[in-house]
């Protein structure tokens, strides 16, 4: 029996997250046992090049040697107190410095981040409705679940079974770079909107990048009508530069909530904001919010530690970049010399090949023109020349540091390859 035989019988369809079961690319999930740098080895003795990053968080690569060492010394110290430890003291320190927030709440998923954001911004509000966006994915807390994105668009469950009416009643989705919509929806539902959760950078229908003034007119209607700007930054963080991405367009929000990176590789979430807004939270204020290995002190360690590394080396968002540049002009070249139709999305090391033809790329709307049967036959072809890309057509890309000027060459000649053979 193969391991996803035996998976099957005891996990839901024998994943514990659903895109990890390659079902849009229609193939079986591959089982792996051990990642070192940007490669990944399967149970069956493959070794594949690492475009996942686990989704974001090994932004160092897998098993970085003096980490590695480092955090086998924590076993020794504490796994967990649920009781106040010194490191949860010096991460919160380090992150509000590099996200320039007042105080921060440690949790243990973006899931959680969100969902406690959302609960906060209610709270110091006094007011009920949100407004998301279609296509942007917040994790899966039953108010979020509504026109997601990632796996909820893979798995055609963008507001998902199980999630009462009630819950949702005061979800207001909004299209992604339309401020006209956000601006009816604000004179539509006067004095009760308490926030805008966005990312601020879409990954999770693919790369989609905001107009500034897109953003600027969120950060402007939000003043306007006493409402809580968040930047769900789960994934951005960290991610193309040490802090958040809202620095690019100038645009600073209320409410941040971030994820993957700040953990090194444990599960870790944090959400944060101005002390006015953060003083709100139990025990202080009345707005109830906790977790028992939250602040785990060995995640905070590991997490701590990643973030040391990307503040010190600068030149990591640099190289990331470049790599990313790369890729962008060589997919794009591969694509256009092959006639395939199909456009590259990409904000500094963030990046998603779509296929289809596209006047342009700005909102779910223009996504859902992507051909998704042509990303699954790219996906395949990748994974035989030893590539695991993301495994549907509406994720982003991730790089890491492991990444070397000749993997982002043979990636790219391995792209021309499976394109020449897909157009066949
Ligand atoms: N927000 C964003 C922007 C995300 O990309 C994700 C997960 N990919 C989440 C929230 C949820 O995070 P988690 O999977 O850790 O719950």
């Given amino acids: 029996m193969t391991l996803f035989d035996r998976a099957k019988k005891v996990i839901p369809g024998g994943v514990n997250s659903p895109v990890r079961a390659f079902g849009s690319v229609h193939m079986d999930p591959i089982f792996f046992n051990k990642a070192k740098g940007c490669h990944l080895y399967s149970t069956d003795g493959k070794e594949y090049i690492d475009y996942i990053c686990s989704w974001g968080p090994m932004i160092l690569g897998h098993g970085r040697e003096d980490l590695v060492k480092k955090a086998q010394g924590y076993l020794d110290e504490v796994l967990t107190l649920g009781l106040p430890s010194d490191v949860e003291v010096t991460m919160a320190e380090t992150f509000t410095r590099a996200t320039k927030t007042d105080m921060v709440r440690m949790v243990n998923s973006g899931t959680e981040a969100t969902m406690s954001a959302i609960r906060l911004a209610r709270g110091y509000t006094g007011r009920n409705k949100i407004i998301k966006f279609e296509g942007c994915y917040h994790g899966h807390s039953d108010g979020l679940l509504v026109k997601s994105g990632s796996g909820t668009l893979t798995y055609y469950a963008p507001t998902s079974l199980g999630v009462p009416q009630g819950t949702i009643q005061d979800t207001i989705v909004c299209r992604y770079n339309d401020l006209a919509d956000v601006r009816e929806k604000f004179d539509q539902f006067k004095d009760q909107i ?50 958040s991405v809202g620095d690019y367009f100038d645009v600073k929000a209320d409410l941040y909530t971030y994820g993957k990176i700040i953990g090194g590789g444990l599960p870790v979430g944090a959400f944060a904001g101005s002390r006015e807004i953060m003083e709100k939270l139990s025990p202080l204020g009345g707005v109830y919010q906790a977790g028992t290995l939250s602040g785990n002190p060995l995640a905070m360690k590991i997490g701590l530690d990643t ?116 157009c066949k």
């Avoid at 003034?213 to 306007?224: A, H, I, K, T, Y």
């Avoid at 190289?319 to 990313?324: H, P, Q, S, T, Y």
Wanted: charged residues 30%; hydrophobic residues 40%.
């Fill in 194 to 243: 308490a926030c805008i959760i966005i990312e601020p950078i879409a990954g999770n229908m693919g790369v989609v990048i905001p107009d500034k003034e897109f953003l600027q007119g969120l950060r402007r209607l939000c003043d306007d009508n006493k409402a809580l700007l968040i930047f769900d930054e789960v994934i951005t963080g960290f991610r193309t530069r040490y802090g």
């Fill in 307 to 422: 973030l040391k590394v990307l503040e010190a080396h600068p030149e990591i968002y640099e190289k990331l970049d470049r790599f990313a540049y790369e890729l962008d002009q060589g997919f794009s070249k591969n694509l256009s010399d092959l006639g395939i139709p199909g456009k590259v999305t990409r904000f500094h090391s963030m990046l998603s090949l779509f296929f289809g033809e596209f006047d342009q790329i700005k909102s779910f709307d223009d996504v859902q023109k992507a051909d998704t049967e042509l990303y699954a036959k790219y996906f395949q072809g990748m994974v035989k020349e030893g590539f695991i890309m993301a495994p549907a057509q509406f994720e982003a890309i991730f790089l890491s540091d492991a990444h070397t000027e000749d993997i982002i060459e043979k990636t790219i000649q391995a792209n021309r390859r499976v394109l020449e053979d897909i």
